[in-house]
């Protein structure tokens, strides 16, 4: 065995040089933490008869620019989706509970901003999902993409995990560092940090206060 095998986990993610401070990151809700667009397309079908539609054709944020999905439609389902207006589970990104937990028991309790108008059916979703008291998470609604910054700063968060590009630019505008989190409508090239899953974030946290399972 070689001396440095025991670092070679952390090589996973070798295109970043940062380590993210578990104490200074808070997180995206749709696409990063929930399987939010996997219920778009289970609504579409429901709701709107639509099944032509798979998950891989969302390859841009705006859905109208590349599906042929009418915007009515679209917002839709984004209501719903907003209002809790739905029977099938909001799945969580395979992953996700485990890491936020760990984050959420033993750091700072856990931060969430949204650009959803109204915090609706997220609350609950976390607490259930996540099994953690209230007092360990705030969901913060900005109504806005362009808000997110300033939530952040003013809880001296200096990492987000984003699955919107444009976002993504805007932050590090800011002086937040954001890394993307992979998905079929963020794949153009850009200059941030960016996992392809939870495993990949968990091994960029620079884990301190237990120990690492
Ligand atoms: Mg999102």
């Not at 990063?32 to 998950?55: C, E, P, Q, S, W």
Request: charged share 25%.
């Amino acid at each position: 065995m070689r001396p440095l095998d025991k670092d070679t986990s952390l090589g996973e993610a070798a295109n970043n040089s940062k380590r993210i401070d578990p104490y200074s990151v808070a997180f995206d809700f749709d696409g990063v933490v929930a399987d939010t667009m996997r219920l778009f397309l289970k609504l579409a079908d429901d709701v709107h008869g639509i099944n032509h539609l798979a998950y891989e054709d969302f390859t841009c944020y705006a859905l109208s620019e590349c599906t042929d999905l009418k915007e009515a439609t679209i917002l839709d389902i984004v209501d719903r989706l907003q209002d809790g207006h739905y029977t099938d589970p909001l799945d969580p990104i395979p992953g996700a509970p485990g890491v936020l937990k760990r984050l959420g028991e033993h750091y700072r309790p856990l931060v969430f901003v949204t650009a959803r108008p109204h915090v609706g059916p997220v609350a609950d979703w976390v607490q259930q999902t996540l099994s953690l008291d209230a007092t360990r998470f705030e969901i913060v609604t900005t109504g806005s993409y362009d808000t997110k910054a300033n939530e952040l700063h003013q809880r001296n968060i200096s990492f987000f995990i984003e699955d919107r590009l444009e976002t993504c630019f805007q932050l590090q505008l800011a002086g937040v560092t954001p890394v993307v989190f992979q998905q079929p409508w963020n794949r153009r090239a850009h200059p941030f940090m960016e996992v392809a899953n939870w495993e990949e974030l968990a091994a960029l946290i620079a884990w301190t206060d237990e120990k690492h399972p």
